[in-house]
């Protein structure tokens, strides 16, 4: 059965940034989210088996699966590359995340982060994409595809090689659009050609874009005063043709609220809207930042311990704001007390799993200088 975008909800839930409270999910705030998110008429949540250490899937079942009826809602989750060392694996971790969850089908289901090189060979090597397929016969997934981080070149042959897949999850915002190395707008356009819908994740980038420079959000109010940044990023996404579902993830209630406001009474960019984008994104590009969207799959395998994503954020701070002495202060108090910037041992293994493909071992010495010295 094909999918039918136009019945599906433009705003997805994502949970791989849920609220915590000493360091676990906070699931009564969670619970909260939901019931206000399906409230307004959602019902697209996007789960992993790595999100939150393993514990998002298992949130997905307290917050939503147990509480909701089952044919109200659609649950995506997604089989990683990373666990896989044989065939007998990709069954041992989608019965687990069935567990989790406490489902015995998922609406959606991924194989996550595709791109050149290990995980692209490893799905090859294990030949998930036929598995999928024969799980969607024995209508376990009802529909399958893959999230994607490669060239768009690897997207046509992957579309080529396999017709089975139904959607794919590609990262798309108005910065990254013509970013050489994501090629959000190339991607894009792959996909539109050819009719696949798209799911769309990062788009408002890991939370860079809801804030954005002095100078450019002065640009958002001028002509819109009571919108957000984020709301700005999320109408861009929205008002392309082909956009299935737009995965936000949101933290906290507040972005929840402005989220749904976004969407309730949504409005497509105008001509005039569409030129502020354009004159925002050359401000931006102003500004020498870090192009991380504090995914932190970095941060599970890094032997040091180090918090990637959370140093690279004070560094775009100083860069953006101009308030070294905060950001320092921050970094020595909170950051720093578990492992500095200048501890890295250029294992490689964060770049291995950036998908991004940041220089972060170059990336963390140049951190170090900035909040160190």
């Known amino acids: ?30 619970c909260k989210m939901v019931d206000k998110y399906i409230a307004a008429g959602l019902n697209y949540f996007d789960t992993a088996y790595v999100y939150h250490g393993g514990k998002s899937e298992c949130a997905a079942k307290e917050a939503i699966v147990d509480r909701y009826p089952r044919d109200s809602f659609y649950l995506a989750t997604k089989l990683p590359a990373w666990s896989l060392k044989t065939e007998e694996d990709r069954d041992r971790i989608f019965n687990e995340q069935c ?20 995980n692209y060979d490893t799905y090859e090597r294990l030949k998930c994409f036929e598995w999928g397929a024969e799980k969607k016969k024995q209508g376990k ?102 956009v299935m579902t737009i995965l936000s993830g949101m933290s ?20 005039e809207e569409k030129q502020i984008i354009e004159d925002v994104k050359n401000i931006m590009r102003g500004s020498p930042t870090i192009g991380c969207t504090s995914c932190r799959y970095c941060v599970d395998g890094c032997p040091q311990g180090i918090l990637i994503p959370d140093i690279f954020s004070l ?37 291995g799993v950036c998908p991004q493909h940041l220089n972060i071992i170059e990336l963390l010495k140049d951190a170090a200088k900035e909040l160190e010295e």
């Open 315 to 351: 560094v775009n701070t100083i860069r953006i704001y101009k308030e070294g002495w905060r950001a320092k202060n921050f970094y020595n108090s909170h950051i720093a007390v578990q492992a500095k910037a200048s501890d890295c041992i250029a294992c490689g293994q964060c770049e």
């Open 99 to 118: 567990e989790r969850a406490g489902v015995d089908y998922f609406d959606f289901y991924l194989l996550h982060s595709i791109e050149e090189g290990g």
């Open 252 to 271: 906290n209630e507040e972005q929840m609220n402005d989220n749904i406001n976004t969407f309730t009474s949504f409005e497509p960019l105008s001509d």
């Open 141 to 242: 997934i009802k529909h399958f595809g893959f999230s994607f981080h490669g060239t768009p070149k690897l997207l046509e042959k992957l579309l080529d090689d396999h017709p089975e897949v139904e959607f794919v999850q590609i990262q798309l915002n108005y910065i990254d659009w013509d970013n050489p190395v994501i090629a959000s707008g190339r991607l894009y356009e792959i996909l539109k050609e050819r009719g696949i819908p798209m799911i769309i994740m990062e788009p408002v980038k890991g939370g860079t874009l809801a804030s954005p420079q002095p100078e450019a959000m002065e640009k958002f109010r001028a002509a819109r005063p009571d919108a957000s940044a984020a709301s700005w990023a999320l109408r861009f996404v929205a008002s392309l043709p082909g």
């Open 1 to 30: 059965m094909s999918i039918d975008i136009s019945k599906m909800p433009k705003l997805g839930f994502g949970l791989m940034r849920l609220p915590q409270k000493d360091e676990v999910i906070d699931l009564d705030t969670v």
